[in-house]
T-cell receptor, first 114, second 115 residues
Framework: DQQVKQNSPSLSVQEGRISILNCDYTNSMFDYFLWYKKYPAEGPTFLISISSIKDKNEDGRFTVFLNKSAKHLSLHIVPSQPGDSAVYFCAASARREYGNKLVFGAGTILRVKS | DAGVIQSPRHEVTEMGQEVTLRCKPI?????LFWYRQTMMRGLELLIYFNNNVPIDDSGMPEDRFSAKMPNASFSTLKIQPSEPRDSAVYFC?????????????FGPGTRLTVT
């Protein structure tokens, strides 16, 4: 049973527009959420995170929104750039239950067209 | 710092052969994770260690898979015997306990092909 779901396998966006990547989770024990970005032939790299006590975290062009009641988070990229084309993984942590373990979604491929 | 180092980067082997993947975590990190990435299942956690001790191996597919961490700077993931369905990219990651945001640092991965 997948506890973290990324239901959109891929997303295509025009350069300069907003990219919105979505993630849903089922475990109410999750208290920290992260987004990772992965380029081909490389390992995933950390992008941005949010604690469950917040509903928004912003870092430059990247903003993550958390809706705890809906068990939903999203990553907004504004404006999107061709270099943002990558696979984006959503991950969740429940420290009391899992320690430092992260549970990852299946990923969403983002293509930014120039 | 060199980051997480994995070897080999690519491995092609025949069904039935033993495969050993290697990982050197970032110095000072006390957690080490092994993941497998496939198109169907995304990024799956296989096993993780804390201070060289296996904590959770519930993601290991079957007895053909085994992992060891003999010291803080080295870990192996072994598949014996290998099967074509084991073909995937295997990642090693490390992290430091008590440090938000529980960020894990990934190696470049080993692409395994079993024919």
């Amino acid at each position: 049973d997948q506890q973290v779901k990324q239901n959109s396998p891929s997303l295509s966006v025009q350069e300069g527009r907003i990219s919105i990547l979505n993630c849903d989770y089922t475990n109410s024990m999750f208290d920290y959420f992260l987004w990772y970005k992965k380029y081909p032939a490389e390992g995933p790299t950390f992008l941005i995170s949010i604690s469950s006590i917040k509903d928004k975290n912003e870092d430059g062009r990247f903003t993550v929104f958390l809706n705890k009641s809906a068990k939903h988070l999203s990553l907004h990229i504004v404006p999107s750039q061709p270099g943002d084309s990558a696979v984006y993984f959503c991950a969740a942590s429940a420290r009391r239950e899992y320690g430092n373990k992260l549970v990852f979604g299946a990923g969403t491929i983002l293509r930014v067209k120039s | 710092d060199a980051g997480v180092i994995q070897s080999p980067r690519h491995e092609v082997t025949e069904m039935g052969q033993e495969v050993t993947l290697r990982c050197k975590p970032i110095s000072g990190h006390d957690y080490l994770f092994w993941y497998r990435q496939t198109m169907m299942r995304g990024l799956e956690l296989l096993i993780y260690f804390n201070n060289n001790v296996p904590i959770d191996d519930s993601g290991m597919p079957e007895d053909r898979f085994s992992a060891k961490m003999p010291n803080a700077s080295f870990s192996t993931l072994k598949i014996q015997p290998s099967e074509p369905r084991d073909s995937a990219v295997y990642f090693c990651a490390s992290s430091l306990s008590g440090r938000l945001p529980y960020e894990q640092y990934f190696g470049p991965g080993t692409r395994l092909t079993v024919t």
